[in-house]
Every structure is written in C-alpha cells, then in structure tokens.
C-alpha cells in the first residue's frame, strides 16, 4: 500500500512538472503549480489509503462500509491534515538543505506517538462514555428490558460477533448478534434450547457470583481465533458485569414487587377462596353502574359452620365453591352483581327492575342454593336464607347493612322463609335488646368438697337462644359488647330471675346448697341490688343462698354497692383468678368469699403442670379466708393432688359436667359421695358452706 501511493504521489506531482534532481537543482516551477501538485499528490495518497483500509477492515470484521467510514473520522481527518504538512514541510526544508531528512524518521516517530496516544485516551473515554450510557439504560424495572439492553449493549460495547446474557441457571438465555452494523436480539428462551454459534474464541464472566440475587454470566463471542479483550476491555467487562448484577437484582426486586402489588389488589377486590367480588369491589360496581331503585339481597348459609366442622376445611371449601357458582350462574344479567361479604354471607344487588320482578329472583337464587350438592361421594343440604331491602344505589352500603339486620331478625324469629324482604327503613336494634327478648337457657353444675365429695354448691351457667344455630353464654364476652350500665342490669336481671326459677327444680334435692349466678361487674348498682332483694322474697330464698359470680374486680364507685350486698347474706365470687384481668390486686377490691382458678390451668396433662401457681394461690387465698375452687377435675388422681395442694372445692365432669335442672335433681339424689383418705387436708369450708352473717352499716 505504501509502496502504490508514493508511486501515486510521484505520478501527480510529475504531471505538474514537478520533478526530482539528480546532481544539479532541477529548475523549480511556478509556485501555483507547486501548490497544486503537492495538494493533488496529498490527495491522491489519503484517497487510496483510505480505500485500502476500508476495504480489509470490511472483509476481516464484517461490519458495513458506512460504519467502517464513519469511525473515528475526526482522528483520521486530523491525522491526514497532519501528513500533508509535515510533508510539505519538509519538501521545502529539503529544498534549502538536504540534511534536514535526518530529522525526518525522528519527527514521524514522534508524531507516530502522539497520535497513539491521543488515540489510545480517546478510546477509553469513548468505552466508559459507551459503558457509562449502557449502566443508564440497564437501570430499567423491567427485567426484560434490562436482559435485551445488556446483550444488545455487549455487542457494541466490546465489538463481539454476539453476546449472550443467561440467568438463573439456565432457565433464561438473551442472545443478541451484530446484524448490519446493528446490534439485534435474536433469541430469548431457555438456554437448552439456544442455537449453538460455529466460534473459536469465547470469553466467560460470571454475574452476581458473589451476591444473593441473580446469578447468572456474560459470554461473548469473538470474531476470530486470534481476537481476545485488552486489559482495557477486560476491566470493562468486570465493572459491566458488577453493573449488571445490580440491575438484575433491582429488576427482580421491582418485579416481586410487582406480582404483590398486583396479588394486594386482586385481594382487595376478590375473594380468595371462591373468586368472587367482595364487599368493596360490589359497592363500587354498583354506584358506578348502578340507575333507579336498587335491591339488596343478603344470604347467609347458616348451617355451613356445622357442615365444615364434618366435612373438613377442603370439602367445606369445595361445596362453598359449588355454591357460589350456583349463584354467579343465577344473576348473569348486566343489571345485577353478586359478591362474597361475609364468611357465610353473599350479596345479590339488582337494578333497573320491577319490586315483583327483584324478589322472584331473589327467591330462585335461595332456592337454587338450597338444592342438593353433591361433594365427593356426598350429597348435602345447605339451609340457606335471605334478606332483601330496597333504596337508592349511591346508600349500597346502608342497604346492605339493612338486608342483614334483615336476614337476622328473621333467622331469630324462626321464620323459615327463602327471602325476608322489608321495603321500609330498618332500625338498628341493640344486642342487649336482642338477648333481653331471646329465649334464655339454664344448665347447672354441681360444685362438690373435695374432701368429703358432698354437693356444696351448684352453679348456673346462663345460654341466650340468639338464633337457630347461635347460642350465646352469659359471661364476660357477651357483656364486654355492651357499654349501657342499664341494659347490663336488665340482662343481669333476667339471669338472675330464671337461674332462681330453676332452682326451684332441683331444691327439694339439695335444700342447702347455695346457688352461683355470673353477673357482670357494670350491672352491680343499687338499683340492681333492690330488686336483687325482691326476686329473692319471690322466690322465698334466702340471700345467704345465693353467690354472685364476678369476672372482674368491682370499681370504686361499685364499692357501696358491694357492700350492701353483703348485708343482705350474698357472697360474692371472685371468677376467673389468674386471668389478665383478674390479678393479686383484684382479692382487695371487695368482700370475697370465694375464689375460682382460671379454667386455662387445666391443661391437657391435667392440673398438674399448674401445680406451682395452683400452690401459690391457695396460700394466698388461705391468708384472706377465702374457699378455692377448681373447675375441670376429670379424675381421682387430680381430685386428691388438688385437694392435698389445698383447694376446698371443685367441679369437673369427674363429679357431674353441666345439666338440666331436672337432670340435677335426680343426679344429686343418686349421688353417692365418696370421701378422701384421711391424709388429704383442704381450706375450712366456713364461708363456702356456711351461712354468712350479715353484715351492719
């Protein structure tokens, strides 16, 4: 190449008369033409430069004739310009003086090495410029984005055949290849079914080796045998692949993020075990879509508690699917929605029909619910109800509240109807109101002396009938629910009134025993404590036949109260010792006569493992007089531990578990008492079992 363009240049030089001397200077021309000539060789030389080196980087890389041509263009320009002075330069200094081509080597070698240096930096900025832009474009979210980005951008970025980007051991490979001057993914799919490349040389880094996200490597493919990453390249592909990792991490990151997002919202609009609306989702389709009157039907599934108790949570689950698909099947209408608002209880809003129309259909919808269901190898019955109120769309949230006020009133009443629908307003009603006319059930259990084994006290345990399948004990966490001191009075009231009505059964049996009632703390007033007297005279019982049991120490303000209870012979006892709420500093909150150990100590093994804590209350009960009592005594073993611990008095099923008062009566007559041995000691019994005198102001 050299040797064809200095015979080019001599070529253009020589057709403007131009010519080299031997022995005598050559006459010189004219200075235009001087000019001209020179230009014309310069040209002549870069041209045919230029064509050569074009030419072979073509055919050794591949790339296009365009992008071999634009690279590095300023350089290449400079670097001609350059040539072309110097070499006039030195054609003029040669014309004074021929010694001057001396310096001529040591000025080409000198420019030889600026220019690779210059070359050399410019290189380097333009990778971390390029590597710079690619650790930008790699901070996408999406991970594939940032999969196709980094094997596009390896290809550039280190001039390779192709690039592969694989993850997670395989189970994802990105290929991108060099395809007319552009890098393009051409794969992205799992690495065992990736194109194999015909290549001799392949360069292999790991990603993320050392982290905990995504692991995964860079493989680049050279063009040739001999080609291989400088040093320079090499730093770049490690701080690339340090790049990478955290991208691919962050984009992992982002997507999880993601898939939660998405499952948060699907949750907040679906239910999870049968796919349908929910609450939220079907109030809001319905102000949105809904126009005119709007019905609400509530229905409630309500024996499917006792079902799932049998069948077990996955068939449980499978018919509840089954009837939830019954009741999307029935309302398909664009005018209707339907959703899941409750553990038992669906919802079916209608608009845009007649009254008639809407309760017809409410009614095909119960009674299609209420057919036979078969699950597995079982046929069952689910007994379904409903209740159905009617209102604007933009009060859905009202309406539906209302339905189930509805629904619930009408499963208390016993009415046995597909759908209860009231088209006026529904009032709120109160649970104290609710217990206060619901049926109230009495069962009693007999409380014996652990020494001696004789039926010392019986205690009643209060249930409200609060619907079909609903029954609600009177204790505490029925009574937390209800905040007015006057209908905890009533209700305390009422229990007391049939507990001592039911009494009267088993009386004649057990004339002495005294007879516990749990009342709570907020209904002890005076007002209580003067008709507590009169239902006493009713029943002609005397007040030191009666025990009031208490879950929680009485307030200061109940402190007179207690007192004039004591007056008329009523002990009080104090229910529940060990619980949160009822401590050590509860024993001085009032005149305690007994004292009855949470039922939680009896454990699976029995009393046993509570024996310490058993231990300690029974002492501090003896300081203070009181009779311990403790419930859920199942054998003779734990009956005599208890009793040589010091316990006074205990219930159990080992003495009789909770019956009818009639039960009580026939049980205490048959009962055959049977005593301790004679190393057995237990608390005097004097406040359990004696009459207590009562008490002056």
Known sequence: MDIIAAALAASAMYAFGIRPAVGEAAPDPMLPRYLAGFLLA?????????????????????RPVMVVLRYLWRTRLAVAVAETITAGL???ATRLDRRTLIALPAVMFVLHLVLTYRLRVGEERRTWERLAA???????????????????GAVDLFGARSADIEIADGQRLVRASQQAGVARVVYDGLAANAPSIATTRTVRHEVGGDATGLHGAVRLYLRGPRDELSAREQVALRAFAATLSTSLDIAHA??????DAHRHEVAATTDEDTSMPNRAALLSRVTEMAVGPCYVVVIRLENFHFLADVLGRDRALALLNRLAARLCHVSQAATSAVARVGDVTFALVMWGVEADTAYQSACWAVAT??????????????????????????????????????????????????????TGPVRESSLAHELSRARLSISVEPVVNLISGRITLVQSTPRWLHSRHDVLAADEYVYQLIDDPDSLERLARQVLTRSLAAAATWRDALPEVALVVPVPVGALTSTFAEAMLDVLREHSVTGTSLVLAISQPPGPKTRKVVEQIGQ?????????YGYSRVG?????????????????????AGWSPARSVVHAAVDLASDLDLSVIAAGITSEDERRELSTIGCAL????????????SQLRSHARLWQPTALDAGARALPLHRASRPVAPRRA
């Open 650 to 661: 205990g219930s159990g099923p080992l003495f009789g578990s909770e019956m009818f008062p």
């Open 254 to 259: 982002y997507g999880l993020l993601a898939v």
């Open 584 to 604: 050590i500093d509860s024993l001085d909150a009032a005149a305690w006569s007994l004292l009855r150990l949470n039922p939680t100590y009896a454990l699976e």
């Open 568 to 576: 008329y012979g009523v002990r009080l006892l104090l229910d529940n």
């Open 369 to 422: 619910m209420r057919r036979e269901v078969k699950v597995d190898q079982s046929r069952l019955t689910v007994r379904a109800s409903a209740g159905m109120t009617a209102g604007a769309p933009e009060d859905a949230a009202d309406l539906l509240d209302a339905a189930e006020r509805v629904l619930s009133r009408a499963i208390r009443r016993g009415q046995d109807r597909l759908v209860a629908f009231q």
């Open 42 to 62: 310069a040209i002549a030389v870069l041209l045919f430069e230029e064509l050569v080196t074009t030419a072979a980087v073509t055919l050794a890389t591949g």
């Open 90 to 92: 030195f054609t003029e």
């Open 134 to 152: 690619l650790s930008d474009a790699l901070s996408a979210r999406d991970l594939d984005v940032v999969l196709r980005t980094a094997a596009a």
